[in-house]
């Protein structure tokens, strides 16, 4: 069964600093690949997703992630953070052909002034 | 994408007692899911909840505990039966519109003491 690793439970980060986020994914088969925000009080906004393609992905408020077969790997990048991207970050994955989503525990990433 | 709301935002409810969770979309949708964000932790798939079918339901959850019903293409509603301090979370619904992600509602905070 898929299953998916974000490795780093908080993330602390100074503002205008990059920082990378990390998901592993555990099944090489034909994947969907979701990032979703979560913000203090709120639903999950959906950051990016891969589908196909290029596996350069740019998504909402200058974050990208990069899609790795070989390393079963989808980590989500931003070159400089703002205070207000203090969230809640989750990774999902889907089977392609089903419609069920697999979450991964998420990362709290924290901007620090 | 999809605008989705979501009634009540919280509760605080004595064990015992039911909840019945409200949520909206703003265009027709086949196929809309319950998840179930326990403190702390990450979303888990509570049903599949699909316009003039019954509710699928994940290993671990049961129709009886958690009754769902979708009477039409806009709306469906969350019954958390019996309730005990265990439930407490965040309770969401999301819709897949037609591509191959999923929208989130706000979600509703549920406490019970």
């Known amino acids: 069964a898929q299953s998916v690793t974000q490795l780093d439970s908080q993330v602390p980060v100074f503002e205008e600093a990059p920082v990378e986020l990390r998901c592993n994914y555990s099944?090489?088969?034909?994947?969907?690949l979701f990032w979703y925000v979560q913000y203090p009080n709120q639903g999950l906004q959906l950051l990016l997703k891969?589908?196909?393609?290029?596996?350069l992905v740019k998504g909402i408020n200058g974050f990208e992630a990069e899609f790795n077969k070989s390393q079963t790997s989808f980590h989500l990048r931003k070159p400089s953070v703002h205070i207000s991207d203090t969230a809640e970050y989750f990774c999902?994955?889907?089977?392609?052909?089903?419609?069920?989503?697999?979450f991964g525990t998420g990362t709290r990433l924290k901007v620090l002034a | 994408s999809a605008v989705i709301s979501q009634k009540p935002s919280r509760d605080i409810c004595q064990r015992g007692t039911s909840l019945t969770i409200q949520c909206q979309v703003d265009?027709?949708?086949?196929?809309m899911f319950w998840y179930r964000q326990q403190p702390g932790q990450s979303l888990t798939l509570i049903a599949t909840?699909?316009?003039?079918?019954?509710?699928?339901?994940e290993s671990g959850f049961v129709i009886d505990k958690f009754p769902i019903s979708r009477p039409n293409l806009t709306f469906s509603t969350l019954t958390v039966s019996n309730m005990s301090p265990e439930d407490s979370s965040i309770y969401l619904c999301?819709?897949?519109?037609?591509?191959?992600?999923?929208?989130f509602g706000p979600g509703t905070r549920l406490t019970v003491l």
């Open positions: 099944s090489s088969v034909s994947v969907y």
């Open positions: 999902a994955v889907s089977d392609s052909g089903t419609y069920k989503y697999i």
């Open positions: 891969y589908l196909s393609g290029s596996t």
């Open positions: 265009s027709q949708v086949t196929m």
């Open positions: 909840a699909n316009q003039g079918s019954e509710a699928t339901y």
């Open positions: 999301s819709v897949r519109p037609g591509g191959n992600e999923q929208f």
